[in-house]
């Protein structure tokens, strides 16, 4: 059977490392990941009325404008754009102060957006927007052992008194944050052309941030304690189709995630967990 519709597309995608534009005694890692992707499908015959084929219609309109608007709306269209910034860091120890190195941080941000139409969907856009920062402590601490060297401890009796021994700080310590926003926005198409028909747009929106504590703490070589903790957000908006990148006036909404975000959000969901080993 003959396929009744083109389709013309395109993928392209690019892993590109932005810290070897810098010196490399800065030891600077800047992973970039960038892709864009289109498909367009032109069917044979036109969608509002599938018994005539589709340039027939397009030839008979009487202006460039009416022409490029049928074309539009009988294709099936989708568009996507991704930019990803993964595990950005400085990978640089500090011998004095390493709780501090730049090592011990990393940042990661991405945005990702589809874009869709077709006969009966005006548009259908999806964007999503990911931020998260980490932050990894490792040590290993040295052990006090206050009694060894207590010459008054040589009884087998005491001998627990003078192998006590104590960790004076953890020898890990991690936190992580991540703020997700997912954004979409549907829009049915008015296909009667003798009915006028008010569709307004279907927006769901969800913007989550989350974040991670855990603490390994080697008390002594015998006691060992693991404490962790995680805390889910919701960042309130207020209703209505919103968007940093949208077109229109939202300084209200934008004043009303900023409030949120700088409120820590409302909390949805806490866990936490301490284990002990001896």
Known sequence: QRNQEETNQYDISSNIELGKLFPEKSRVSIPLFVGASNTTINPEYYPKEPDRLLHEVI????????????????QDYIQRNSINLTNIRVNKELKKWRIFSPANF??????????ARNYKVERNNIIQYKLGFNY???????????????????????????DFNIAPYPSRFTFRTN????????????????RLIKI????????????YYDLNWDLTRSLKFDISASNTARIDEI???????REGDHEEWSKSVWSSIMNGGRPVAYNHSLNATY
């Not at 009487?62 to 009988?74: L, N, P, V």
């Not at 703020?179 to 003798?194: G, Q």
């Open 179 to 194: 703020m997700n926003r997912d954004y979409n926005e549907i829009k049915l198409r008015n296909v009667y052309d003798d």
């Open 239 to 245: 209703a209505g189709a919103y968007d940093w990148f």
């Open 200 to 211: 307004d747009s279907t927006v769901t929106k969800d913007f989550i941030w989350d974040r």
């Open 136 to 162: 990894v402590y490792n040590a290993r601490p040295k052990s006090i052992t206050p009694f060894s060297k207590s010459k008054s401890l040589k009884s087998p009796y005491l001998r627990f008194v003078k």
């Open 59 to 74: 030839n008979e309109a009487e202006s460039e404008a009416e022409r490029k608007q049928i074309k539009e709306i009988s």
């Open 106 to 115: 990393s940042l990661s941000a991405a945005y990702n957006e589809s874009r």
